[in-house]
């Protein structure tokens, strides 16, 4: 160490504080039986959940039978308690309660389509499948309902067919939204700060990104690993990834590999082909729902964002955006490519229409006190929640569709993360920091939402 | 007196590495209730596995920490939480330069990026080298030095705290 890294060390070791109380073996023995139990599921039974009581009354009040070692197993059997109160509620349910064996085959067909589609206004939709009968959230945005309470990871919801995927900081989950139950879980070494893509039939995480690139992949109806793809790269890795992994509706993966986007064919692990992106570092990257464009971040010097056109891999646009040295996530929608910027923890969302990257503009933040999701496409409509509102818009446009409150209990932000469709239904990662209960919530968004007929940004209420 | 159920050995490591881990939170977080939270996430995520875990168990939970620290990437649902109050300093010397010097660090903390942070946490207070910082990180040891040099330039420009990084001002 030099004599300053010296200074700092000793700097960290005086100026922190001593701890105000310490954590026990007790609560760790709640949180992980908290972990493990699904929501309460009492349906139409179920009071909302009030200020100012802790939930732990209501919600666990199991918990002295849920003993910590049994906590792990018990998700089985409680997930079991709470299905058949879901079935009992869903007579038009196609799915058996007790099924733990995977999803059904029409979700498996669905798979690989990795790209939503836009809503279509006026054509007939399929009707949605049931979703278990949640709690629901006091003045929750648009009447949101807890249905499958775990202790997902920020960022990370996806959906294929009927189901959802997300991380703990330890697995990876397969939520069965039609009863709460986690259907399948998988050990998960993921690299931080990446959400699954779903490809080929298979679940992708990145497991290595920092002398080298390693996919590992899991079936979408076990999760039983299956398979490793090990990504070439054109020189060193960014250092600061933030979205490396897409899927493009050709069912390929798309990483982010030095100073190229490499193409990756998730059933052979071969390398498809390699698109060089001038001007620095690929941190992040996105594929247009069409499969058109590519968009790529550059994550080195002031953030900047590179569309190339998927055919011939020439540059279409390139600009710097945002502002900001740190940007990522990119997320792409039929009009263009929607990122996010940060400073601290100030997080801003912007929209960079395609073909015209330099006119990105601030869509959402720096949310005041609290923080902004990353944004997500799906159901036709763009998707930004946090700590403060939760809004769809348009994404052909970038205009607010309609948006909605999102409550605080007791002063303490409640928040609403990533927006994923299943089965005909709108869900979101919910979380009440205060009371530490939190999980996927279906929610009911306004007609507006999934309209392409924008309407005006006002506030619809929660 | 271990639980019914809980693993040998859990305990005495939770009461004997609890306080130092959550040092760490917070420096990764800023406030003691992330702190905590992140402690007990990464600690809930080793119950299950000690029995392979239980020889070495701290940098499997400094992993999880850092993990799940990073998986928040600072968008934490916590904005407005009423932080902790500091907790009685037990320094008898200058108690207001200390809070001053506590306030600088924790802004001039807040001003890195999530990774590079939680290197400078992992090195330089939870005194791992840079082969351990990467393991826990899952990055290469480059990555590593990369993130501390970026982070030791930030904070040398942080109000307050190049003073004392320089040995400017003592507390």
């Known amino acids: 160490m030099t004599i300053e890294e010296q200074r700092l060390s000793e700097l960290l070791h005086r100026l922190t504080p001593e701890p105000p109380r310490t954590v026990t073996v007790e609560s760790v023995a709640i949180r992980l039986a ?13 009071a909302p959940m009030s200020r100012g009581e802790p939930n732990g009354g209501s919600r666990f009040s199991g918990r002295g039978r849920l003993t910590p070692l049994l906590a792990a197993a018990a998700v089985v059997v409680i ?6 109160v879901a079935v009992a509620l869903s007579s038009n349910t196609t799915k058996t309660p007790s099924a733990l064996s995977g999803v059904s085959s029409s979700a498996t067909s669905q798979a690989a389509t990795v790209s939503p589609s836009p809503a279509q206004p006026g054509s007939s939709q399929p009707s949605p499948e049931p979703v278990a009968s949640g709690q629901p959230v006091t003045n929750g945005t648009w009447d949101s309902s807890v249905v499958a309470s775990v202790t997902l990871t920020d960022g990370t919801l996806v959906s294929s067919g009927d189901s959802l995927y997300a991380f703990t900081p330890s697995n990876l989950l397969e939520i069965d939204p039609s009863t709460g139950q986690t259907t399948h879980e998988a050990p998960s070494d993921g690299f931080p700060g990446q959400a699954p893509v779903i490809a080929g039939n298979k679940v992708w995480e ?19 690993a299956d398979g490793t793809i090990t990504v070439p790269a054109s020189g060193a890795l960014s250092g600061n990834p933030e979205g490396v992994l897409a899927a493009g509706p050709d069912g390929n993966l798309y990483m982010a590999a030095g100073t190229a986007v490499v193409e990756v064919n998730p059933s052979s ?3 498809v082909r390699r698109f060089p992106v001038p001007g ?14 590519i968009y ?38 039929p009009g263009g490519v929607w990122f996010t910027t940060s400073g601290g923890t100030a997080e801003r969302i912007w929209f960079a229409p395609s073909g015209s990257l330099s006119s990105a503009r601030l869509v959402e933040g720096p949310a005041v006190g609290g923080d902004e999701a990353v944004p997500t496409y799906a159901d036709g409509a763009v998707w930004v929640g946090g700590t403060k509102k939760l809004e769809c818009l348009d994404p052909d446009t970038g205009q607010v569709r309609a948006s909605s409150l999102v409550p605080s209990d007791d002063q303490v932000p409640e928040g609403i993360g990533d927006v994923a469709t299943a089965g005909g239904h709108v869900f979101a990662l919910y979380e009440n920091n205060r009371t530490e209960f939190g999980g996927v919530a279906v929610l009911s968004p306004p007609a507006a939402c999934t309209s392409s007929a924008s309407s005006s940004s006002g506030g619809t209420g929660s | 007196m271990e639980g019914a159920g809980e693993p040998e050995g859990f305990r005495a490591f939770v009461e004997a590495r609890s306080p130092a881990l959550l040092r760490s939170g917070w420096l990764l977080t800023g406030d003691w209730t992330s702190a905590e939270d992140l402690v007990q996430t990464a600690l809930a995520a080793a119950w299950p596995r000690w029995g392979s875990v239980y020889h070495a168990p701290e940098p499997y939970v400094r992993k999880i920490m850092v993990n799940t620290f990073l998986r928040w990437r600072q968008r934490r649902w916590n904005g407005e939480v009423a932080t902790a109050k500091l907790p009685e300093l037990r320094a008898y010397g200058d108690v207001f330069a200390q809070v001053d010097s506590r306030a600088a660090l924790k ?8 990774r590079q942070r939680a290197v400078v946490v992992l090195r330089y207070f939870a005194d791992q080298t840079e082969a351990q910082t990467a393991e826990t990180m899952g990055c290469s040891v480059g990555a590593v030095k990369s993130h501390a040099a970026k982070a030791l330039a930030r904070l040398r420009e942080a ?8 040995g400017g001002v003592a507390s």
């Open chain 1, 34 to 46: 908290n972990k493990n139990a699904p929501a309460r599921g009492a349906g139409r039974g179920a």
């Open chain 1, 79 to 84: 997930a079991g308690a709470s299905a058949g």
């Open chain 1, 206 to 224: 990145v497991t290595t990104y920092g002398g080298g690139i390693g996919l590992s992949g899991y079936s979408v109806q076990t999760l039983a």
């Open chain 1, 269 to 271: 692990g071969s390398v």
């Open chain 1, 280 to 293: 620095g570092t690929v941190n992040s990257v996105a594929v247009s729902p069409d499969g058109g464009q």
């Open chain 1, 296 to 333: 790529a971040g550059i994550g080195s010097g002031l953030f900047r964002i590179v569309e190339l056109d998927a055919s011939s891999g020439a540059t279409l646009a390139s600009a710097s955006v945002g502002g900001s040295q740190s940007g990522g996530d990119l997320v792409a929608s």
């Open chain 2, 107 to 114: 802004a001039a903390l807040d001003r890195l990026p999530p």
């Open chain 2, 159 to 166: 109000p307050g705290l190049a003073e004392l990084m320089t």
